[in-house]
């Protein structure tokens, strides 16, 4: 029987270590492996006695060879290929060196009791991540001294073979020592059931459940991820089974005569039967709560269910759970406050706003007070920019507070407190406008849109910072517009208590002059024109605007008529535009504005009403009349919180005419950029985000990157096509499929059938891999693929864990994957349910009608 040495027996030298005399220091000379699974002997939880083959060892082998790995930064890849060669040869042409032959053997009696006992070698690498252990498999079932030192032998040259030192030098991180390689020694005990379990749910990231699969035989059906497991999902503190699947399972792993692991048929009265019972369950997750408590972090555990209970093979400690998550559908559209958050963001755009949306509205909320923003706090849902549902909650309460405060305090403290507010958060903004105005004149006077990269990447670095001070200047003025308001309305509000009917006082903030009335004003004497001339009114009646615009600029009336619109809007501006640079602004080209022109003369619509100015004086008016000429310091403080609140509210409806001052000037710029990129047009830069232009800007370009970069582009276009077809309440025909949840996530792409290795080479920038089992030597495709669908393996298999380490949705244990799509299917896949829709194509390619 298999125990832990005493003391007076443990071998002192490095060369090995016993498990349940590691410490965190001998990471270096054991791996993590070997690690968690001592300081899981520490927590008392079930793990088998076991030693550990030191790297100090392997070194020490190493050395007797003649080969030395101290520097291994000086070797290439061809000659490490060459030295991985050398050292598998010498593995089995030299002796060992005696001093290690001899702590090992030591180690193996103390553990074997010398008794006739199988053995499990286990490598363990002393890397964070997992994966690259996962992929250095076990040897099982070694039974005696002479094979166990021919499977040590075949574990030290294995880590040397051309696939795993090609993968090893795909991670830099696995390269900096080549001679890190140590092996965890472990009785070998066949199990009847095996499997994992990890401490929350990775469909929707909840520590309040925990997911364990498992199936009848060794571990490599669920770990390796080549059966669909029964998946059961416990809930930690109703201790109780919310949800389970039970998976029709036909084989089993088991051993081999020699040896290896075969596959077999399964009993066909096991074959629908759980491979766990509830008391199972509750034993197993009792175990996996002491794990979480001694790491204080969520786990991931193997283990193997035997004739006398549970055993843990493998432990894993995991990062730390996010914060909680809302959910994508929670979110709030920003185009409900702001019509220029109307269009679809590309790549490009939304990457140069959104740093510049947090900065703003981080800066606004320390200037107001506000504390515990989400991160991030803007989102883009179907290429829609959405916000976090608390940050209006936050602002909203922050106003609130204000009023309250300012109601607990005499009325002329109260006063002169919203004055010096008002009077310093009006001097704040304005000077934020001015800076942002300079910024913006003395582009367009230096124009460095001419310039080499480097002069385009410093203007570019400059543009973000004025837009930046116009982002913060205008979320400040939407705060101050709204709170001025009700404001002024309470201050108002106990004159006319007394009567019966009292005056709306929103009229107060309508119709004020400026860009926006002026704007107004200009759209409705083009329509009059329109009307009045039959010929123009015959082409706003065409369909299309790209139709209308294409016949302004041949008819005989269109170019007069398309250069007085420019003239008209020159000085004012025009203010329903939007904030990304793909689409042309009314600067670029006039497609906006003839669309609202085509709208007003359909609908018979004004755009600006005279009423409304004649109104607000006349409530002006009626207000002063009632406060009374004898209470002049209530008109001084009414006239002057009215004027610094309308100021607010015609600098917010003024907000489209600065932004419709930046994107033209990023439009510009972008084209200037993409003279030295290697697109195949303009207007593909577009679908590049800027730290990707920054660096194809700085490192060369061969051949391969260039058609890298050509595939990155299609799909992304592809996407956004297809993305904005789905994104919309159409009921378009699909098929609908239910799998398991692997890795929360949603994603929209398309299918890419891959059964082999030679399908990888199909494999497009963005597509999503489906296969029948995924193998670990295909994990650098995943750095291509837009997500994951899996037909066998469950949420705790290999592939499932590589899809978490690249964020990558994942939906696994999906049956006839590969026969139900085809490639070229348009999934949506949700990797939090499992569930995914399939498209055809031809369904949802349609292109926006202009992008520019």
């Not at 070797?75 to 060459?82: D, I, P």
């Not at 390269?175 to 379990?197: C, E, N, T, Y």
Request: aromatic letters at 10%.
């Amino acid at each position: 029987m298999a125990r832990n040495p005493s003391a007076d027996e443990i071998s002192k030298g490095s060369n090995v270590i016993w498990l349940s005399d590691a410490t965190p220091h001998d990471l270096p000379l054991i791996g993590l492996k070997a690690l968690n699974l001592g300081i899981a002997q520490r927590l008392k939880l079930p793990i088998p006695p076991a030693f550990c083959i030191t790297t100090q060892a392997y070194r020490r082998c190493l050395e007797s060879f003649g080969i030395s790995l101290e520097e291994p930064h000086n070797l290439g890849f061809q000659e490490t290929l060459q030295m991985g060669r050398l050292i598998q040869h010498s593995f089995f042409k030299y002796p060992l060196p005696v001093d290690v032959l001899s702590d090992i053997r030591n180690a193996h009696r103390q553990l074997t009791q010398q008794q006739e006992m199988a053995l499990v070698l286990r490598p363990s690498v002393p890397y964070a991540s997992p994966l690259f252990s996962r992929r250095l498999r076990p040897l099982l079932n070694i039974r005696g001294m002479i094979e166990f030192e021919k499977a040590l032998k075949v574990c030290w040259a294995y880590i040397w073979l051309d696939e795993v030192v090609a993968y090893r030098f795909s991670q830099p991180q696995l390269i900096k020592r080549l001679d890190d390689l140590a092996i965890v020694v472990q009785p070998f005990v066949k199990p009847r059931a095996s499997g994992s379990l990890i401490s929350f749910n990775p469909g929707n990231n909840s520590d309040q459940e925990m997911v364990v699969e498992s199936a009848w035989g060794l571990n490599e059906a669920v770990s390796r991820g080549l059966l669909v497991p029964d998946q059961f999902v416990w809930q930690r503190f109703l201790k109780k089974v919310s949800r389970q699947q039970i998976a029709t399972k036909t084989t089993f792993f088991e051993l081999a005569e020699d040896g290896s692991v075969k596959q077999s048929a399964l009993d066909a009265r096991l074959q629908k039967h759980p491979s766990l019972n509830e008391a199972d369950l509750q034993a197993l997750s009792d175990l996996a709560e002491k794990a979480v408590a001694g790491y204080q972090r969520p786990v991931s555990l193997e283990w193997i269910k035997t004739e006398k209970g549970f055993q843990f093979i493998q432990v894993h400690a995991l990062p730390p759970l996010p914060a909680a998550v809302v959910q994508e559908s929670e979110w709030e559209r920003l185009d409900t406050l702001a019509p220029y958050f109307q269009q679809p963001f590309s790549p490009l755009g939304w990457s140069f706003l959104h740093p510049l949306l947090e900065q703003a509205l981080q800066a606004v909320a320390e200037y107001l007070g506000i504390t515990g923003l989400p991160s991030p706090a803007f989102r883009l849902v179907n290429y829609m920019v959405h916000w976090h549902p608390s940050v209006p909650k936050l602002f909203q309460q922050a106003l609130a507070a204000f009023q309250t405060h300012q109601q607990e305090m005499p009325a002329w403290r109260s006063q002169i407190e919203v004055l010096k507010t008002l009077f310093k958060a009006q001097g704040y903004w304005q000077g934020l406008y001015q800076d942002y105005l300079a910024a913006i004149s003395a582009f367009w006077a230096q124009d460095p849109a001419t310039g080499e990269p480097e002069t385009l990447l410093e203007a570019l670095s400059h543009l973000s910072d004025a837009v930046a001070l116009f982002l913060e200047a205008a979320l400040l003025v939407r705060c101050l517009s709204d709170s001025s308001q009700n404001l002024i309305s309470g201050l108002i509000q106990p004159y006319f208590q007394a009567q019966e009917n009292p005056p709306v006082f929103d009229i107060l903030f309508k119709g004020l002059p400026g860009r926006k009335a002026q704007a107004d004003q200009i759209m409705d004497q083009t329509v009059e024109k329109i009307r009045s001339e039959p010929r123009l009114l015959s082409l706003f009646k065409l369909q299309t605007t790209s139709a209308l615009w294409e016949q302004l600029q041949t008819q005989e009336v269109g170019p007069g008529f398309l250069a007085a619109l420019k003239d008209d809007f020159g000085a004012s501006g025009y203010f329903r535009t939007g904030l990304d640079p793909l689409y042309p602004s009314w600067v670029d080209a006039p497609h906006p504005i003839l669309q609202e022109l085509q709208q007003a003369i359909q609908h018979q619509r004004v755009f600006w009403d005279d009423r409304i100015p004649v109104q607000r004086e006349e409530l002006t008016q009626q207000i002063f009349q009632t406060v009374g000429p004898w209470r002049l310091p209530d008109i001084v403080l009414l006239r002057v919180i009215l004027h610094l609140g309308q100021a607010c509210v015609q600098t917010a409806d003024e907000e489209a005419f600065y932004c419709s001052m930046f994107v033209p000037v990023l439009r510009r710029m972008m084209g200037a950029i993409s003279r030295f990129l290697p697109l195949e047009s303009k207007a593909d830069i577009f679908y590049l985000e800027l730290t990707e232009i920054r660096h194809l800007l700085q490192a060369p370009m061969n051949a391969f990157k260039i058609k890298e970069l050509k595939e990155l582009i299609q799909a992304r276009k592809y996407e956004r096509k297809i993305g904005n077809r789905l994104g919309g309440k159409q009921k378009l025909e699909s098929v609908e499929l239910q799998g398991l949840p692997g890795n929360a996530g949603q994603y929209l792409g398309k299918a890419r059938i891959v059964l082999r290795s030679d399908d990888l080479k199909e494999l497009r920038q963005g597509e999503i891999l489906v296969t029948d089992y995924f193998e670990p030597a295909w994990e650098l495709a995943l750095t291509k693929a837009g997500g994951l669908v899996l037909e066998l393996g469950g949420a705790l298999s290999h592939g499932a864990e590589l899809a978490r380490q690249y964020k990558l949705p994942a939906v696994v244990g999906l049956a006839q994957a590969t026969q139900q799509l085809k490639n070229g299917y348009v999934l949506r896949l949700d990797g939090g349910t499992g569930q995914i829709s399939a498209y055809q194509a031809t369904a949802l390619e349609k292109q926006e009608e202009f992008v520019g």
